[in-house]
């Protein structure tokens, strides 16, 4: 439907054992099969869609919570692995199609950054796609450093995907709404991720690794309509002590990019592209959750300078990802 490169970026598939409990997947196999095979799917019925879209290449990443969900942490550094070598495959078969982000069991911090390494250096992946916290861990963990190290010194970007909400939060602020699904991709999602790079950004950890590339998706989870406040207030009501060097929103800036993953609203798209800058949006799906023609279409017809579009639709992602993805 257009002519211009189309490059995905937040685009999900299913794989067991690591997807066994899902319970979207579960729930989409009760009550929307089409949509339950698009998510195991990694060939025909994944292409036909990207096709009718005229997306190019899907970087493919597995479906919240994956393996972040087990409570046997040994195991999950197992499937993480075994998920990567299996993800890799499907990378070596349709080599100009898909890309893949590694799968990481942050469980084990140590574990996590080993795996980057390997998936990234060993196996051709581009990157990680982190879910959120792991059972109430955040990533401003110290123990995370190393994986974040590893992830500057090999260019390597970790997109940071929601999940669900902290229990704590979830217990005091979203469970009587929870069957409304105040806790999901209306709200909780939003705030939870939103406030996750907060922590990492407050933490110092961009003064720490300047050089590290992070992606958040859905129009940047809020965190545009709010940068103004946020670097406003940043500091006040604590003990006055200014522990990064710049303000909140530069590193937004300078450490993010956002992606338009299930978020095709003009009005927030625009607010995203004024705080963040060209150079800084990417287009994604959030597929098979959201539907790759309606973000093609959005994409395609949103009014902006012919420049603005093609950055936006793939030369941002060429850039950010270089020679890991095929030139297109
Ligand atoms: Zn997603």
């Given at each position: 439907?257009?002519?211009?490169?189309l490059?995905?970026l937040?685009?999900h598939?299913?794989?067991?054992p690591?997807?066994?409990?899902?319970?979207?997947?579960?729930?989409l196999l009760?009550n929307?099969?089409?949509?339950?095979d698009?998510?195991y799917?990694?060939g025909?019925?994944r292409?036909?869609?990207?096709d009718?879209?005229?997306?190019?290449?899907q970087i493919?990443?597995?479906?919240?919570?994956?393996?972040q969900?087990m409570?046997?942490?040994a195991?999950?550094?197992?499937y993480?692995?075994?998920?990567?070598?299996?993800?890799?495959?499907?990378v070596?078969?349709?080599?100009r199609?898909?890309?893949g982000?590694a799968?990481?069991?942050t469980?084990?911090?140590?574990a996590?950054a080993?795996e980057l390494?390997?998936?990234?250096?060993?196996l051709?992946?581009?990157g990680?796609l982190?879910?959120?916290?792991?059972h109430?861990?955040?990533?401003?963990d110290?123990?995370?450093?190393?994986?974040?190290?590893?992830a500057?010194?090999l260019?390597?970007p970790?997109?940071?995907?929601?999940?669900?909400p902290?229990?704590?939060?979830m217990d005091?602020?979203?469970?009587?709404?929870?069957?409304?699904?105040?806790?999901l991709?209306s709200?909780?999602?939003?705030?939870?991720?939103?406030?996750?790079?907060?922590r990492?950004?407050y933490?110092?950890l961009?003064?720490?690794?300047?050089?590290l590339?992070m992606?958040i998706?859905?129009l940047g989870?809020?965190?545009p309509?709010?940068?103004y406040?946020?670097d406003?207030?940043y500091?006040?009501?604590?003990d006055?002590v200014?522990r990064?060097e710049?303000?909140?929103s530069?590193?937004?800036?300078r450490?993010?990019?956002?992606?338009?993953?299930?978020?095709f609203?003009?009005k927030?798209?625009?607010?995203?592209?004024?705080?963040m800058?060209?150079?800084?949006?990417?287009?994604?799906?959030?597929?098979?959750m959201?539907?790759?023609l309606?973000?093609?279409?959005?994409l395609?017809?949103?009014p902006?300078?012919?420049?603005?579009?093609?950055?936006?639709?793939?030369?941002n992602?060429?850039?950010l990802f270089?020679?890991?993805?095929?030139e297109l």
């Amino acid at each position: 439907m257009t002519a211009t490169v189309l490059i995905a970026l937040e685009e999900h598939y299913a794989w067991n054992p690591a997807s066994d409990d899902n319970v979207v997947a579960q729930w989409l196999l009760s009550n929307n099969k089409a949509g339950y095979d698009r998510l195991y799917d990694r060939g025909p019925l994944r292409l036909e869609q990207m096709d009718a879209a005229g997306i190019d290449f899907q970087i493919l990443s597995l479906f919240d919570p994956g393996v972040q969900a087990m409570t046997d942490t040994a195991l999950a550094v197992d499937y993480a692995r075994r998920a990567n070598d299996n993800l890799a495959e499907t990378v070596r078969e349709y080599p100009r199609r898909f890309g893949g982000f590694a799968t990481l069991a942050t469980q084990d911090p140590a574990a996590a950054a080993a795996e980057l390494e390997r998936a990234v250096t060993e196996l051709g992946l581009v990157g990680a796609l982190i879910n959120g916290h792991v059972h109430g861990r955040y990533l401003d963990d110290p123990a995370y450093e190393l994986l974040f190290e590893v992830a500057q010194d090999l260019n390597a970007p970790i997109y940071l995907h929601p999940t669900t909400p902290h229990p704590a939060v979830m217990d005091a602020w979203l469970a009587p709404y929870a069957r409304d699904g105040l806790h999901l991709a209306s709200w909780g999602f939003a705030v939870e991720t939103g406030t996750h790079v907060l922590r990492l950004i407050y933490s110092g950890l961009f003064d720490k690794f300047p050089r590290l590339q992070m992606i958040i998706g859905h129009l940047g989870e809020l965190l545009p309509y709010t940068a103004y406040r946020t670097d406003r207030y940043y500091g006040l009501g604590g003990d006055g002590v200014k522990r990064i060097e710049k303000l909140p929103s530069d590193y937004l800036r300078r450490n993010f990019h956002i992606t338009t993953s299930g978020n095709f609203d003009p009005k927030a798209f625009a607010c995203a592209l004024d705080v963040m800058g060209s150079d800084r949006l990417m287009f994604s799906v959030d597929y098979p959750m959201d539907d790759s023609l309606t973000g093609a279409e959005f994409l395609a017809q949103y009014p902006m300078d012919e420049r603005t579009r093609r950055m936006v639709a793939s030369e941002n992602a060429a850039r950010l990802f270089g020679d890991r993805i095929p030139e297109l």
